[in-house]
């Protein structure tokens, strides 16, 4: 979807605009792309809370090798749209009724985070007459790797950590209802460093290896998580993924790693397919910075307040303006950007250039298709929901 495309929606639209639009297809051919780098003995799944929208796991079928969830209600989303996918289930809080779901709808994989949940799963699956595959998720010790977000190299809520692993494979050793296929590390979010990223998975390597001949175990399955990033302080300096992936082939033709390598990204998939458009409904001055208000705000689109950074967008100008009076305006100024929320804390871009903004123009901001709508806080204040259009083709 291009410029053209946005300034195409807003064509003869009166009220003040308010929409997420999402491209389909550039999404489509995106992912087909990153997969096809990918060498061989890879496979790409799709974090799901990311964006779970229908439309987006629907184009994801055929370019995915399957999807990452963390609830039932996630489960239940994938399987309304395919019966086959496979599903791997990860998350801290499984509880008995999610685990007996996730055995139900048939996830090819179950992550346990812990020795309980590990217990509860045996026991309730032997009560079903089932054995669940599971890799164990680790909180690994060191993470050479500095990053916005981290569930792993510290101590976190997240898996189990290193020191306790070689405990737990010998337990699951023990217990008929699970069989252990491998591990799964997810430690990091939105790295935007290709070859620290190697340098991760080189370590994820040397710890699986470790446990696979302390312990005479063989896995199929090593699961080295998301958390590729996008560059949201400069969209067009991407995660450099076909350099990438060179490295990654090199990797595995060196250390030959005998089981399948699977990413389950969430933002790098689809953050940019995504756009989220509003209205600039006022735009005043106070103590000389510059305030644009718009349709709209962080109850739609959390992401930048979450991050506490000033969002990448695109004006739009649009020249129809209906009063009889001066259109409200900055000219070559910084601006911050405001929801209509009554939170001062509700911005969106921070006193960022613009050339010339209006009342009635319209911001696009960018990158906006991961992390978005899904984790915001749609009926605080209770104003109208943003149109949400997928366009395909
Ligand atoms: C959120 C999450 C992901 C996806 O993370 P991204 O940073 O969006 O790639 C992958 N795995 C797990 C376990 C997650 O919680």
């Keep these: 979807m291009n410029l053209q495309a946005l300034h195409q929606y807003l064509q003869g639209r009166t009220e003040p605009v308010c929409a997420y639009l999402y491209d389909l297809a550039h999404l489509r051919r995106h992912v087909q792309g990153l997969r096809r780098s990918l060498p061989d003995q890879c496979q790409l799944f799709y ?29 239940e989303r994938v399987r ?23 055995l139900a709808h048939e996830v090819a994989l179950i992550h346990v985070e812990s020795e309980h949940q590990l217990r509860r799963l045996d026991w309730i699956a032997r009560r079903h007459g089932r054995v669940a595959d599971i890799l164990l998720r680790v909180n690994p010790e060191h993470v050479p790797q500095q990053a916005t977000l981290r569930m792993g190299g510290q101590a976190t809520q997240f898996g189990i950590e290193e020191a306790r692993i070689p405990d737990l494979i010998e337990l699951a050793r023990t217990l008929p209802g699970v069989r252990l296929r491998g591990f799964h590390i997810h430690a990091i979010s939105n790295n935007l460093d290709a070859q620290a990223h190697l340098a991760l998975l080189e370590h994820y390597f040397d710890l699986a290896e470790a446990w696979q001949q302390r312990h005479c175990l063989t896995i199929d399955w090593l699961n080295v998580g998301g958390g590729i990033g996008v560059n949201y302080a400069d969209p067009s300096a991407s995660f450099a993924w076909e350099g990438f992936c060179a490295g990654l082939s090199a990797l595995i033709a060196a250390r030959r790693p005998a089981c399948r390598i699977v990413f389950e990204c969430g933002r790098f998939l689809t953050a940019d397919c995504g756009y989220y458009l509003t209205e600039v409904t006022d735009i005043k001055t106070a103590r000389g910075r510059h ?34 009076f001066a259109r409200p305006a900055v000219h070559g100024a910084t601006v911050t950007l405001c929801g209509e929320l009554c939170t001062p804390k509700d911005i969106l871009a921070r006193d960022v250039p613009v050339e010339r903004l209006r009342a009635g123009d319209c911001i696009a901001f960018l990158l906006a298709g991961a992390y978005g709508w899904h984790i915001s806080h749609h009926d605080f204040l209770s104003h109208p929901h943003p149109e949400r259009v997928f366009v395909d083709g």
């Design 291 to 324: 305030f644009a208000i718009l349709r709209g705000g962080s109850h739609h689109f959390r992401l930048p307040v979450s991050w506490q950074h000033d969002h990448p967008f695109v004006v739009l100008p649009r020249d129809v303006w209906p009063y009889p």
């Design 47 to 75: 974090a799901i809370k990311a964006n779970s929208d229908a439309p987006i796991l629907q184009a994801l079928l055929g370019h995915t090798d399957g999807f990452e969830v963390a609830s039932l209600g996630e489960i």
């Design 80 to 102: 309304a749209v395919d019966g086959g996918m496979p599903i791997a289930f990860g998350g801290p809080g499984k509880t008995d009724a999610e685990l007996e779901g996730a």
